[in-house]
T-cell receptor, first 116, second 112 residues
């Protein structure tokens, strides 16, 4: 079974340019997460989707970041315009909805963004 | 979600048990303890989780204190490939809710 797929793996852009990241979760996983991970720190949640609905976007900097998951499957995270401080690894994760009990998250390999 | 505290780094000799502690003194009754690890340049990988009882799987064992304010992840026979950053997080487990705040984790270095 394929894991969480992210593309591109690496992206280098100049500041003020737009950038987009794509994520395809594990088949059947209704919940999708986007995280940002700065160097030497743990992942920080940006947004969580349940199917196509963004149910927690309180940590998403809405002035420049946007996300969508139109058909409740794959998702795109966009930054426009990018700033130097946006350099980080952007991780996508998915997990299944379902019955009570622990729900582990499955992470993709991430997209490493460098803003020059 | 409750906050966790972990030592920033630990060393372990290859073949020995690695015991990684985590404090979560403000954990709520419906919050699970999860452990993930992140090997360099990869996404975090789920290891194990538990609510009250100790748990064991093919990767590790999780020991949760009776008051649930702390836990220990045990890798019984550490190998060089277990070198990674280990994250302890607590979150409500019955849904996918919660921010799964990762913190900065413990960097475990397994030495030959």
């Amino acid at each position: 079974e394929a894991g969480v797929v992210q593309s591109p793996r690496y992206k280098i852009i100049e500041k003020k340019q737009p950038v987009a990241f794509w994520c395809n979760p594990i088949s059947g996983h209704n919940t999708l997460y986007w995280y940002r991970q700065n160097l030497g720190q743990g992942p920080e949640l940006l947004i969580r989707y349940e199917n196509e609905e963004a149910v927690d976007d309180s940590q998403l900097p809405k002035d420049r970041f946007s996300a969508e998951r139109l058909k409740g499957v794959d998702s795109t995270l966009k930054i426009q315009p990018a700033e130097l401080g946006d350099s980080a690894v952007y991780l996508c994760a998915s997990s299944p909805l379902g019955l009570a009990g622990g729900k582990e998250q499955f992470f993709g390999p991430g997209t490493r963004l460098t803003v020059l | 979600d409750a906050k966790t505290t972990q030592p920033p780094s630990m060393d372990c000799a290859e073949g020995r048990a690695a015991n990684l502690p985590c404090n979560h003194s403000t954990i709520s009754g419906n919050e699970y303890v999860y452990w993930y690890r992140q090997i360099h340049s990869q996404g975090p990988q789920y290891i194990i989780h538990g609510l009250k009882n100790n748990e064991t799987n093919e990767m590790a064992s999780l020991i949760i204190t009776e008051d649930r304010k702390s836990s220990t992840l045990i890798l019984p026979h550490a190998t060089l490939r277990d070198t990674a950053v280990y994250y302890c997080i607590v979150r409500v487990g019955s849904t996918n809710a919660g921010k799964s705040t990762f913190g900065d984790g413990t960097t475990l270095t397994v030495k030959p």
